[in-house]
């Protein structure tokens, strides 16, 4: 599935006419205060247009907020309404638009919480798009679908590679997904589902950077614990491993 976020004009001048040239499908993630905001801007009436080839549209929040930030002097009530409103409301503006529902959201900045994730689910959406740079697999839950982010700078090899990459399963996460965590040296890991891997074909990144691993073959646990003269930095993680 092809995916494309915000709702810039190079959608419509550039993405578009190929996709519809191959009848590709693809889905646009529109923050809809950006609609129609400036000469960069996507129109209403370009997006219905596409919808009439194999475009769909989903919700990118009213202003592409990062969810996770409070604003200066917020406190959690008006952190947890303004946050609330992006995600419920920009699903409403897009539906009495483009008179269709809208079933996805993407997270802005591909970061999120259980609570943002939560009112995801409680808006009506019916599956979630992050930004953890691996594939999907049939097994993968609807809340938590993964992207590839592919830039325009990509060669035909690396994308090849995307492509084929393997999804590895996994049947508990730490810290759990989302969390925000204060601890700036904690553990964090995956323990894989089933089979043998050996460690040299495993790959962990955080934040994008390779990272010394371990590996325990009898229980299948990969992790990185930050070295306490290197701790995280407060900050956003997404961790991928391959």
């Not at 194999?54 to 009530?77: F, Q, V």
């Not at 947890?80 to 409103?85: D, E, T, V």
């Not at 930004?131 to 993964?146: D, K, Q, V």
Request: aromatic share 12%; net charge positive.
């Amino acid at each position: 599935v092809i995916t494309i976020d915000d709702g810039f004009k190079s959608t419509y001048t550039l993405a578009y006419p190929i996709l519809k040239k191959y009848n590709l499908p693809a889905t646009l993630f529109i923050y809809t205060d950006f609609v129609e905001k400036n000469s960069s801007s996507l129109t209403w009436k370009e997006i219905r247009e596409m919808m009439q080839n194999n475009i769909e549209i989903g919700s990118h929040t009213l202003s592409h907020c990062n969810l996770l930030r409070y604003k200066e002097n917020e406190d959690y009530d008006k952190y947890f309404s303004r946050i609330k409103k992006e995600i419920f409301l920009s699903k409403e503006i897009l539906e009495s638009k483009i008179g269709e529902k809208v079933k996805f959201f993407a997270y802005p900045y591909g970061v999120y919480s259980p609570l943002i994730k939560n009112l995801v689910i409680q808006a009506g959406y019916e599956g979630i798009l992050n930004a953890h740079n691996m594939n999907n697999t049939i097994n993968t839950n609807p809340w938590s679908l993964n992207r590839q982010n592919v830039f325009g700078n990509i060669s035909l090899n690396s994308f090849v590679k995307i492509l084929n990459q393997r999804p590895l399963n996994t049947s508990q996460i730490f810290p759990y997904d989302g969390i925000i965590e204060s601890n700036q040296l904690v553990k964090i890991g995956a323990i894989l589902e089933g089979g043998n891997y050996d460690a040299k074909t495993l790959s962990m990144k955080l934040g994008g950077a390779k990272v010394k691993f371990d590996f325990n073959p009898e229980n299948r646990e990969i992790s990185f614990t930050p070295d306490s003269l290197k701790p995280l930095i407060k900050k956003s993680y997404i961790v991928n491993i391959t």
